[in-house]
């Protein structure tokens, strides 16, 4: 058990935040890979767990005064950044992107590298780049289910970026946001396990002068999730820069152990992810878990198990007899499985073709051990995008699955089971 400095009670032994791992001592000063600045807390996003204040509460604009003096205070106090991170919510919805990160360069009192996160929301706009990006040294865009939608499906989006790369000399990479670490608060603190989250793997600041190691904690204070009990320690995830008498230097409190209002945040290692949902497009799960929605199963799949389901045999049909009504927001809809492949030494990936038939629609799914990109938990979320016109060609809307490998666990000398099974299906989100 140690005591920790400037903190109201003892704890288990903490881990550092990983990130502590790579900061460094030059010339005097600490120096911290990267800073996290919000330009904007409010986003086109309402996305479940998302670590900002963006869902919960309203349009904010960064203070770009407020960030100048309080990096220049950190730095005053021998901190530094070798990169700014200009994130959101959404940056490009700040009202002049560009004078705010010019200002902020210009402003600051070393030179650092500015890096953009965007969602492209405004990538259709081909005439109209922003210019916040003529003050970035960098944007990253965060590929959202639903802005690929808006923009006319994945193939579309990755060449508006590719003609971004083509015209810009900033530079430009993509990622994929299809999940987010599943967080929640407890009354109590939760002691006895290992506190290693990369949650907690942050350095961001506010526009009012607190430093946080943690990117749930600038948002807690907003979030309906958040309880009294985590709320009362909420300051000791933070640092106030203006705070006299804090007990502790902004250096040594950027390298110590984390604080005890951790132990309120489920969000760990052992967290699962959780799928996207942006809450303002994206329908509810369809679960197959405990025989749930067994009458959609129209044919190839076994007797439903507490999990999910398991597909049986080279083919497998399931049925959409009611969509999710309202406004389309995008050409497509968009369906999202959760499926773990059977896969083994005999059969070590699948394929799986999809049709609706009818019609000539053709899609086809590679299922490897692990998806490089949608792996959460245990279960990939493997999309499929069907345009609007041909699943309103057909009533009821079904899908049937072709899967190329289906063996049995008994051929693969796991089990005596002699099922040829293809995948297990947990549930399907359909967004419109």
């Not at 003892?10 to 791992?21: A, C, L």
């Not at 959101?88 to 500015?114: I, T, V």
């Not at 984390?258 to 945040?265: E, K, N, R």
Request: glycine residues 6%; hydrophobic residues 35%; aromatic residues 12%.
């Amino acid at each position: 058990m140690n005591e920790m400095i400037g903190h109201k009670f003892k704890s288990y032994d903490h881990r550092p935040p990983k990130s502590v791992e790579k900061f460094r001592d030059e010339n005097g000063y600490l120096v911290i890979p990267s800073l996290q600045i919000y330009a904007a807390d409010h986003c086109t996003q309402r996305c479940q767990f998302c670590t900002t204040s963006s869902p919960h509460r309203r349009a904010h604009q960064g203070d770009v005064d407020g960030f100048i003096k309080y990096i220049n205070r950190m730095y005053d106090q021998r901190v530094k950044f070798d990169t700014i991170n200009i994130l959101g919510g959404e940056p490009f919805l700040h009202k002049n992107l560009a004078d705010f990160n010019r200002r902020l360069r210009a402003g600051m009192a070393y030179r650092a590298r500015f890096l953009i996160t965007s969602n492209g929301f405004w990538l259709g706009e081909m005439d109209e780049y922003p210019s916040g990006l003529e003050a970035g040294d960098g944007i990253t865009f965060s590929r959202y289910s639903d802005v690929i939608h808006d923009l006319g499906g994945l193939d579309r989006y990755n060449s508006l970026v590719e003609k971004l790369k083509r015209t810009r000399p900033e530079e430009i990479s993509t990622n994929d946001a299809f999940h987010f670490r599943e967080w929640h608060f407890t009354e109590e603190p939760r002691f006895g396990y290992p506190l290693d989250c990369e949650l907690a793997d942050n350095v961001s600041l506010t526009d009012t002068g607190e430093v946080h190691r943690c990117c749930v904690a600038p948002a807690s204070r907003f979030s309906p999730r958040v309880t009294k009990a985590f709320l009362d320690r909420v300051d000791e995830l933070e640092y106030r820069i203006d705070r006299e008498e804090q007990g502790v230097e902004l250096r040594d409190w950027l390298k110590s152990p984390l604080p005890d209002a951790c132990a309120y945040c489920t969000a760990h290692a052992e967290t699962p992810y959780y799928p996207l949902r942006s809450l303002s497009v994206i329908g509810d799960q369809i679960p197959f878990t405990d025989g749930q929605n067994n009458d959609m199963l129209v044919s190839g799949f076994a007797p439903p198990e507490a999990a999910g389901v398991w597909t049986i045999g080279p083919e497998a049909v399931i049925s959409f007899p009611k969509l999710p009504q309202g406004r389309t927001r995008s050409p497509n809809l968009t369906f999202l499985f959760a499926a773990t492949p059977h896969l083994s030494s005999v059969v070590p990936e699948m394929n799986v073709t999809i049709e609706i038939p009818g019609t000539t629609w053709r899609d086809r799914w590679a299922m490897p051990p692990r998806h490089p990109q949608q792996f959460f938990g245990n279960t990939t979320l493997y999309t499929l995008f069907v345009p609007n016109e041909i699943a309103q060609s057909v009533s009821p809307l079904q899908l049937k699955f072709n899967i190329d490998r289906c063996h049995s666990p008994l051929e693969a000398g796991s089990s005596p089971d002699s099922r040829p099974l293809g995948f297990f299906l947990q549930y399907v989100i359909v967004e419109i």
